[in-house]
């Protein structure tokens, strides 16, 4: 029970520490400089996937007790969720439910907000990190 235990708290955490001491190895052992950059890159992107984690938590600990926040978080996910599942249900089953898109702007929307309410907007960190790598690189 103890190792399924440490295994799903490293796949939900993920194992920064030792990602990152990968990370440094990978540069100190590294022979030329492209390959020093790219260690660079790896070292920014687990730092800033660990600094957005660390920055979710901290606002999860201070809404912790704040029954308006879970509301308001329910209402601004609800209607995206429901009508990703009616469109869902309406698909797979066949149903004659003939589910009707957004309006505009928020037919354009739904995605980004499902995916940015799922936190996938830690991807953005790891690009932007990539991108001021090679802009440095070109300096």
Do not use: C
């Amino acid at each position: 029970m103890l190792a399924l235990a440490k295994w799903l708290a490293g796949w939900v955490t993920g194992d920064v520490a030792a990602a990152l001491t990968k990370a440094y190895e990978t540069k100190l052992n590294a022979r030329t400089e492209s390959e020093r950059i790219a260690a660079d890159i790896e070292i920014k992107r687990i730092e800033d996937k660990r600094d957005a984690r660390q920055r979710a938590n901290e606002v999860r600990l201070a809404t912790a007790n704040f029954l308006e926040m879970r509301v308001i978080t329910v209402l601004i996910a609800l209607p995206f969720v429901a009508h990703l599942w009616g469109v869902a249900m309406d698909t797979l089953f066949g149903f004659d439910w003939s589910v009707a898109a957004f309006p505009s702007p928020f037919n354009e929307w739904q995605g980004a907000i499902l995916l940015s309410f799922f936190g996938l907007s830690a991807g953005i960190g790891a690009v932007r990190a990539v991108a001021g790598a090679i802009a440095y690189r070109r300096r």
